[in-house]
């Protein structure tokens, strides 16, 4: 029976026909080794029904499964699989390795993919792979959809330890090796993870992340030396500050000796930073990484930086330029524990923007790509909405910064190390909200270690993984990657962006945004609609490679599910398929609407074969998504039908 809380480690007995062996040798000595030799166990105990048997010593035993965390690679986090006809070794280059290959062996397993002669050597990509929790002390969640956070309560933690070791082992069963515990936007509860009161705390987290090879970040207000520390300043060259950052180090690190480091977000939406005091974002994010530097801990700086009190008057202002605008000048000047943290498009994690210019330009600074599994602006899981397959798209988006410059190519290699994620958990039983929002989750962690694996890979993966009938996956993958088309359909159309309610992100706000602080973004008028980002507009298209720059500069190069993020275009240009721009907005609209309805039928076709609990509450999230969608369609094309007064060549209802 389908267990919602286990999410993709369920607890099913499977058949196999290969006989795994009983005995288990292990040379596990320490403390995540010895956790891999117990997750082996739990996973043959859950999937076949039987308690191996762990023995020390394996000479004259035939028929046997070697754990070994010691064995000689280059490769950090390495293992191997190789199974022969009575015997399986399962060996890391480490304790880590150890622990992932195991994980990986207990997946195989439960797909029906362990059999004589399978050799299987695996690495992750990316050296980094981290997870952001938008988690606030009073328990509520920045962005968040699945109920209420698993580490705090009223101010101050309130946790589950055992729900938390339940998280811990889902996050490292995709390889997901840091975790930062608290929200960026921190302000005034700063002050709980870095004062000792609540470090004693903090520590007792670390540990149960910890055997899981999961080190913490926290994130810190920059303003903490006056905040917290009764500074006059905190002005990154002033000697005293450097010095309170130093003592404050000193103490967490006597607490919570691992710790990965600090993740910040200065000069941004209102947190204080460097150019409070016309300094620099190297002066903000090196002090920090001096202090740091001592105890191995690294600085994750955030370049979510831009000028969010712009007068919609103003033209000429391009929030889309601002990262590469700020940091592109300083690559090469940031200390070498310094991590830039860049969300993956210009924006904010739209349903459709171009890969931020940063990528493949920067050459001698360390960053990762920040993603987010929390669907913010992609339905709130409510509407369905499968990130892997935008994903996707993002890791094949060549730089042409030189040779092999894909995304996925540049992953660990040239400074960029991995990933980010703003995480969609919560204290609801299946954790994400909505059900089928796990295989977000389970999706980053995949594309994280391996960024060439497909969407489509991920979702058979997930569903027969999560769904113990075995009529049940092939529906389930067919929906989820039907999803983010049909949701983009019924969004905002041709890379507009933020035409949300700005009150939470969810649902129409057509305007919503357009007079507002923080930016304008389509100027939809009778005529036309779009932003020109060329050279004879913003500029913006300027920031990416010669190439890739002529073809977003040319309305007939550039790719149309973003034409409108960079061009400003009349109503009746011509697109691709012989159809006007807004003839396209009106049939997008229409047939996103009638994609969810066909999910709803498809979701109503597996009745019989599901638990009703988990049946019904996806059906309820449907049902909800069917009046989004319906209510994007409506709004947007009766918006788009009172700017022009032209109506639907196809004679469709528009509701004017």
């Not at 439960?110 to 606030?136: F, Y």
């Amino acid at each position: 029976m389908l267990n919602e809380y286990d999410c993709w480690m369920q607890k099913v007995k499977i058949k196999t026909n290969y006989e795994i062996p009983n005995i288990v040798y292990s040379d596990a000595k320490s403390l995540v080794a010895k956790q891999a030799e117990k997750e082996y166990c739990l996973g043959i105990e859950r999937l076949l029904g039987f308690s191996p048997k762990i023995v020390k010593k394996h000479n004259n035993i035939k028929n046997i499964v070697l754990l070994n965390s010691s064995y000689a690679s280059s490769v950090k986090d390495e293992f191997t699989i190789k199974v022969t006809e009575n015997q399986i070794h399962i060996t890391g280059s480490g304790e880590n390795g150890l622990l992932y290959g195991v994980f990986r062996f207990l997946s195989l397993l439960a797909l029906g993919k362990i059999k004589n002669g399978l050799e299987l050597t695996e690495s992750p990509v990316s050296p980094l792979r981290m997870i952001n929790h938008w988690d606030n002390f009073d328990g509520s969640i920045e962005r968040g959809y699945a109920g209420r956070s698993i580490f705090y309560k009223d101010g101050d933690f309130d946790y589950d330890k055992t729900r938390i070791e339940d998280y811990a082992r889902l996050l490292a069963s995709v390889g997901i090796n840091r975790v930062s515990i608290n929200n960026v936007n921190v302000r005034a509860n700063a002050k709980l993870l870095i004062i000792e009161e609540y470090l004693k705390e903090a520590k007792e987290l670390a540990a149960i992340f910890r055997k899981f090879g999961i080190k913490l970040f926290f994130s810190i207000n920059f303003g903490a030396p006056w905040s917290l520390g009764k500074l006059p300043t905190a002005d990154p060259l002033d000697p005293a500050v450097a010095e309170w950052w130093k003592k404050r180090a000193a103490l967490i690190y006597k607490y919570i000796p691992d710790l990965a480091g600090f993740l910040v977000k200065a000069d941004s939406e209102g947190e204080p930073g460097p150019f409070q005091y016309n300094r620099t974002h190297t002066d903000g994010a090196n002090i920090l990484a001096k202090a740091l530097e001592p105890f191995g801990g690294e600085v994750i700086w955030r370049c979510f930086v831009y000028n969010c009190t712009q007068d919609w008057r103003d033209t000429k202002t391009d929030r889309a330029r601002a990262a590469f605008d700020h940091f592109m000048p300083l690559d090469g000047k940031f200390d070498k524990n310094v991590i830039l943290q860049i969300k993956f498009g210009p924006y904010d994690f739209q349903v459709r923007e171009p890969v931020a210019p940063l990528f493949g330009a920067l050459k001698n600074t360390r960053h990762v790509m920040e993603l987010q599994i929390t669907q913010e602006y992609t339905g709130h899981q409510i509407d369905l909405c499968y990130l892997p397959y935008i994903w996707e798209d993002i890791m094949n988006f060549d730089t042409i910064h030189g040779e092999n410059s894909k995304i996925k190519e540049l992953l660990g290699k040239k400074n960029i190390e991995g990933f980010a994620a703003v995480v969609n958990v919560g204290l609801d039983n299946n954790w994400t909200g909505h059900t089928l929002a796990q295989a977000n989750l389970y999706g980053y962690g995949r594309i994280a270690w391996n960024p060439a694996i497909t969407a489509k890979e991920i979702a058979e993966e997930w569903s027969v993984l999560s769904f113990t009938n075995p009529e049940v996956p092939q529906k389930v993958q067919e929906i989820l990657l039907r999803s983010y088309p049909a949701y983009e359909k019924y969004n905002a159309p041709f890379g507009v962006c933020f035409m949300v309610s700005p009150s939470n992100h969810y649902g129409p706000g057509i305007e919503g945004y357009e007079f507002s602080r923080w930016g304008t973004y389509h100027r939809a008028d009778k005529d036309a609609i779009g932003i020109d980002r060329t050279p004879s507009g913003t500029g913006y298209t300027a920031q990416y490679s010669p190439k890739n720059a002529a073809m977003y500069a040319d309305a007939n190069t550039c790719p149309e599910n973003i034409i409108l993020f960079f061009h400003r275009l009349r109503y009746d240009f011509i697109m691709k398929n012989g159809e006007t721009l807004l003839q396209n907005i009106y049939n997008i609209h229409f047939e996103g609407y009638d994609e969810v309805l066909s999910m709803i039928e498809d979701w109503k076709s597996l009745k019989p074969l599901l638990e009703n609990q988990v049946y019904e509450s996806v059906l309820a999230r449907f049902e909800r998504q069917l009046v989004n969608a319906r209510e994007w369609k409506d709004q947007i094309n009766t918006y788009f039908y009172r700017k022009t007064g032209i109506t639907d060549n196809k004679g469709r209802q528009i509701y004017s």
